[in-house]
């Protein structure tokens, strides 16, 4: 994900939750652009703004890649449940 659709996605949360003061907000923005960065290196971008969007902490991003990542290859072309995007295109 751009960097600029990450700043979006997450300003889209700091919006939807209320979060108001500085520390948190730039929290939310770094936690946005860390996700982009880790589904960049696995390589699933496509999953980042889902991922943000769900609210998804680094954490839990990483696991779910790795689970994504170390499934089978039947199990790769399947979607996640959460809504975090189109399945992933590992073959």
Same mark, same amino acid.
């Given at each position: 994900?751009? =960097?600029?659709?990450?700043?979006?996605?997450?300003?889209?949360?700091?919006?939807? &939750?209320? /979060? #108001?003061?500085?520390? +948190?907000?730039?929290?939310?923005?770094?936690?946005? =652009? *860390?996700?982009?960065? &880790?589904?960049?290196? $696995?390589? /699933? $971008?496509?999953?980042?703004?889902? @991922?943000?969007? *769900?609210?998804?902490?680094?954490?839990?991003?990483?696991?779910?890649? @790795?689970? +994504?990542? +170390? $499934?089978?290859?039947?199990? #790769?072309?399947?979607?996640?449940?959460?809504?975090?995007?189109?399945?992933?295109?590992?073959?």
């Amino acid at each position: 994900m751009p =960097r600029s659709e990450s700043v979006r996605a997450a300003e889209s949360i700091v919006a939807r &939750v209320g /979060l #108001r003061d500085r520390a +948190t907000v730039d929290s939310v923005i770094q936690n946005a =652009r *860390d996700i982009a960065g &880790v589904c960049l290196a $696995a390589p /699933l $971008a496509e999953r980042a703004k889902g @991922f943000v969007r *769900d609210g998804l902490t680094l954490d839990q991003v990483r696991a779910r890649l @790795f689970e +994504t990542v +170390t $499934a089978s290859p039947a199990t #790769r072309e399947q979607p996640e449940k959460a809504g975090a995007g189109a399945g992933p295109r590992i073959r």
